[in-house]
């Protein structure tokens, strides 16, 4: 599965973004993710939508009430609403899918064998 993620860009604290992943095969039957990674840090889970018509979502903690997933199967993409965006939300934003991932795995890195390229979001105070 190829991803392409794209949207970033530079906002100022309090501004919003939305982010796209563009799927190369149907995305109904994957679990699909966005994950961040700051500099010097390690990659962190930020969202997921399940797999199927479960639909459910997750969210990490720091982003709950602000982002917000969503997909679009008959596009082959999902998308990730941005609001209220705090400095701290500076990152290389990834996409990420699996078609085998399990819930209990939701919010690891390594649960996700597919990933995009990523795409930079700036946020400044």
């Known amino acids: 599965v190829q991803l392409q993620a794209c949207g970033g860009g530079s906002v100022q604290a309090g501004g919003c973004l939305r982010l796209?992943?563009?799927?190369?095969?149907?995305?109904?039957?994957?679990?699909m993710a966005w994950f961040r990674q700051a500099p010097g840090k390690e990659r962190e889970f930020v969202v997921a939508?399940?797999?199927?018509?479960?639909?459910?979502?997750y969210y990490a903690d720091s982003v709950k009430g602000r982002f917000t997933i969503s997909r679009d199967n008959a596009k082959n993409a999902m998308y990730v609403q941005m609001n209220s965006l705090k400095p701290e939300d500076t990152a290389v934003y990834y996409c990420?899918?699996?078609?085998?991932?399990?819930?209990?795995?939701?919010?690891?890195?390594?649960?996700?064998?597919?990933w995009g390229q990523g795409t930079l979001v700036t946020v400044s105070s």
């Open positions: 939508v399940f797999r199927w018509s479960s639909g459910r979502t």
């Open positions: 990420a899918s699996s078609d085998t991932l399990i819930l209990s795995r939701v919010r690891q890195v390594d649960a996700y064998n597919s």
């Open positions: 796209s992943c563009s799927a190369s095969t149907r995305t109904s039957s994957t679990t």
